[in-house]
């Protein structure tokens, strides 16, 4: 074992977050491509980017530059005014995802986080129904797995007990379906609802990818009773999955798609895009944020789009992923601790042989070993190991990160921590 390790001093003095963050502290102090370095100097490829945020690596002096010029010229305006950068940025975003919605969008409400994206997309598909058919058609439908944020809007349609049940009673009126279940779904659905939330490949519940059925029987039942058909892609979208929106890769026509992590490259931005049956029904002052569409994370996002537009980078990124798949199969065969592969693009899920009971263990061993051959890994659901490179990863550098987890794995194997093939 070499000597990557815990920031021990730092817990020592006392860490100023909160119990809910991970006590094991790793302090980072600067990124290059897509490696991380810790204060000791030691170096981390990073499969994991900041939680599928880091898309276009560390470092960046490009961004750097953008960000400077524009915080020289205008840091802020409040939203009582427009902005060039947000509105450029705004422009874009409607442009590219006019063939993806039912209808093309009109407008994009810019927050600063994926769940600030989805409260507005709640309140937008609330405001929608109340007015276009009157009270009644309230209720919102989520999936089981799914995640779409921390405050009490988005965590009301984020089905796991764990990050939900201190905070009951929730929204009322809220209904779980299982996910890809296409007869539960024709079941549910009625115009009672204000809006359905689902994710296209379930980024924190374990990478299940939505079946071409499915897709097909939401936009299908959606349009019928005029239920919102929102796509939270704040971890799917701009590229992640190897098209600019995972909703592309399906018959899957939602009325509303968010978007964050990667937007703005690490500053915090989201977006809300609304086509116009929604738009026309906003009265002034009924939706807000104060920081949100800000001049300096606009003309960042400015640039991350104009990089993963280029024709050549979603290429790249497709071809990544067909490379990923081929380091994923060979790691499977012949490894009994590895029960499936999952996810789409550049955001792949492996699943572990574990039972439920002992998956945290197992899961934090596996992350804490990686760590200690100099590799940052994340978790998804319960049971799975989460791989979301920064797009802008090489072949030879994915390669690195699999086969270091291809050799953990091997290793955990020989000491008995999975499932099958041995017992403890
Ligand atoms: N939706 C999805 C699909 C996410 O993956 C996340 C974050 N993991 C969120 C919403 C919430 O984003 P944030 O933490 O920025 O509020």
């Given at each position: 074992m070499n000597d990557y390790s815990i920031d021990h001093a730092a817990i020592a003095r006392g860490v100023p977050y909160p119990r809910n963050y991970n006590s094991e502290l790793l302090t980072f102090a600067r990124g290059k491509g897509v490696y991380l370095y810790d204060t000791a100097g030691r170096r981390y490829l990073d499969l994991g980017s900041g939680i599928a945020v880091n898309a276009l690596g560390y470092g960046r002096r490009d961004l750097a530059r953008t960000a400077a010029r524009q915080m020289r010229r205008l840091i802020h305006v409040s939203n009582l005014f427009a902005n060039e950068p947000a509105l450029r940025v705004g422009e874009r975003l409607l442009r590219t995802a006019a063939g993806v919605m039912r209808e093309p969008p009109v407008a994009v409400h810019f927050g600063n986080s994926g769940s600030e994206a989805n409260e507005a997309a709640l309140k937008y598909a609330r405001l929608y129904a109340l007015r276009s058919?009157?009270?009644?058609?309230?209720k919102f439908l989520c999936f089981e797995n799914g995640f779409h944020g921390r405050t009490i809007g988005a965590l009301a349609v984020t089905p796991n007990p764990k990050y939900r049940d201190p905070f009951?009673?929730?929204?009322?009126d809220i209904t779980v379906c299982p996910y890809n279940d296409v007869s539960a779904l024709e079941r549910i659905v009625s115009d009672e609802y204000a809006a359905v939330i689902v994710e296209v490949v379930q980024g924190e519940g374990g990478l299940r990818v939505m079946t071409p059925e499915f897709a097909a029987a939401l936009s299908r039942l959606c349009a019928q009773h005029d239920v919102l058909l929102i796509a939270d892609?704040?971890?799917?979208?701009?590229?992640?999955?190897?098209?600019?929106?995972?909703?592309?890769?399906?018959e899957f026509k939602p009325d509303i798609i968010t978007l964050s992590k990667p937007l703005a490259a690490g500053l915090p931005l989201s977006a809300t895009l609304i086509p116009d049956r929604v738009n026309r029904l906003l009265n002034l002052g009924e939706h807000g944020s104060t920081?949100?569409?800000?001049p300096v994370t606009t003309a960042v996002a400015e640039q991350v789009l104009a990089t993963i537009e280029a024709p050549r980078f979603l290429m790249q990124v497709q071809q990544r992923a067909r490379e990923l798949d081929t380091l994923l199969d060979s790691l499977q065969s012949?490894?009994?601790?590895?029960?499936g592969v999952h996810g789409l693009g550049l955001l792949r899920g492996v699943e572990l042989a574990v039972d439920t009971e002992r998956a945290a263990t197992v899961l934090s061993t596996v992350l804490e070993r990686m760590r200690a051959a100099g590799v940052l890994i994340l978790r998804s659901g319960t049971n799975v190991v989460r791989i979301a490179p920064?797009?802008?990863?090489t072949a030879a550098e994915l390669e690195r990160g699999v086969t270091a987890l291809d050799r953990e794995l091997r290793q955990l194997e020989s000491e008995n921590w999975f499932e099958t093939g041995g017992t403890e």
């Open positions: 058919r009157g009270a009644g058609h309230h009951l009673p929730l929204l009322p892609e704040v971890q799917t979208g701009l590229g992640r999955t190897g098209t600019l929106y995972a909703s592309q890769q399906r920081f949100g569409g800000g012949g490894r009994h601790s590895v029960t920064p797009l802008t990863i």
